[in-house]
């Protein structure tokens, strides 16, 4: 069997240090915002090249503290993806702002940028952009947008640590970069963790004042704040796989050649330009009988999975929030996408017999 991901696999490499790391962590006696989200913020900044990281809980509450430093208005609109995943969604709703679903690019499944600008109205104030599966948006017309129409700007980076568009990282070019380190992703921690970058000094110190239950000084509230930190714990884990982050990126790229070089012309592949460095978060093919081949590579020993089968304005949750629901592109890339196993234990042996299989579909 040829497993989609196997977490302990994949973090193997890592067991001695992360044993030190939580060894030194345990005897240090000092557990909530130290030394360590210290450090992981000082090289996640730097790694991303920007001036401030905020360590917080997870990368729902990275897009969620993102809108609320801003303090926009009650029911002002922002712009997202309409097959964002639903914790986009969601983090934008409970700012009490109004999701505007726009179309993403049938080959890239990132925001059309020429799409944007016919949802823009009055109360439009952000445009929240997706890097899905490890490929930057296109973020030169969509950056242009935002200047001529004064909007702000929030890259959700979650699938797209080290992802760059020409030779500028995600998480750099908006006002805010919110990022999971969810287990899965390619710079995943051992449970819930999240981070936002900025170059803004005034925004840096709103959020971690945010995160902290709006506390600078203990037992001191300048604001409504939160309890949303990252774990000293995970930070130490972080800044151990963050050093290595370029060599696993690398590797999927690696597997990833091998299916866009192996894979028959059968199925839609994602699509490769020279202007964006994709690290492959997750590997995608598109199949009109999905379902279909998804059984026939679980039958040959392939595990396979769907990132994702329902788009947001179909989900239960929007019934009669979301009142557009002619989202045709959306519908069509979740009807027929397909995730192929590239986790950092797999070698290309296994993307090989992957492949092999499939071009026999």
């Known amino acids: ?102 179309e993403p690019d049938i080959s890239t499944y990132n925001i059309g940028p020429e799409k944007i600008e016919e949802k823009i109205t009055l109360n439009t104030v952000a445009i929240l ?27 959700d980076c979650a699938q797209s640590h080290g992802a760059m568009y020409k030779n500028k990282k995600t998480g750099s070019f908006g006002d805010f970069g919110a990022f999971s380190f969810y287990p899965t992703k390619n710079l995943g921690a051992l449970g819930d963790a999240g981070a936002i970058t900025t170059n803004n000094d005034m925004l840096s110190s709103a959020l971690k004042r945010l995160r902290n239950y709006g506390s600078e000084v203990k037992n001191y509230f300048d604001m409504v704040g939160f309890n949303s930190r990252l774990d000293e714990l995970q930070a130490a884990f972080l800044i151990i796989k963050l050093h290595r982050l370029d060599e696993i990126n690398n590797h999927k790229r690696n597997l990833a050649k091998a299916y866009l070089d192996g894979l028959k012309e059968d199925f839609i592949k994602p699509v490769v330009d020279k202007d964006f460095y994709d690290v492959y978060h997750i590997f995608n093919v598109r199949h009109p009988r999905r379902d279909t081949l998804k059984e026939y590579l679980k039958n040959n020993g392939i595990e396979t999975q769907i990132h994702y089968p329902v788009p947001p304005h179909k989900q239960k949750a929007l019934m009669g929030i979301i009142n557009d629901d002619r989202f045709p592109i959306s519908e069509e890339i979740h009807n027929t996408t397909l995730s192929l196993p590239i986790s950092f234990y797999h070698q290309e042996d296994d993307i090989y017999r992957v492949v092999e299989v499939m071009n026999k579909f």
């Open 1 to 102: 069997m040829i497993e989609y991901e196997r977490l302990g696999n994949s973090n193997k490499p890592f067991f001695e240090d992360y044993k030190k790391a939580f060894n030194t962590f345990l005897e240090s006696g000092w557990y909530i915002l130290g030394k360590n989200v210290e450090e992981f913020e000082k090289q996640f900044s730097s790694y991303n090249g920007c001036s401030h990281c905020i360590g917080v809980g997870s990368g729902f509450d990275a897009i969620k503290l993102s809108l609320k430093a801003f303090n926009f208005e009650p029911g002002s609109e922002v712009i997202l993806p309409s097959n964002a995943y639903i914790a986009t969604v969601f983090a934008a709703m409970h700012c009490s702002l109004k999701v505007v679903f726009v």
């Open 129 to 155: 952009v997706v890097h899905l599966y490890g490929k930057a948006c296109d973020m030169g017309p969509i950056i242009e947008t935002t200047r001529k129409y004064d909007l702000k700007l929030i890259e």
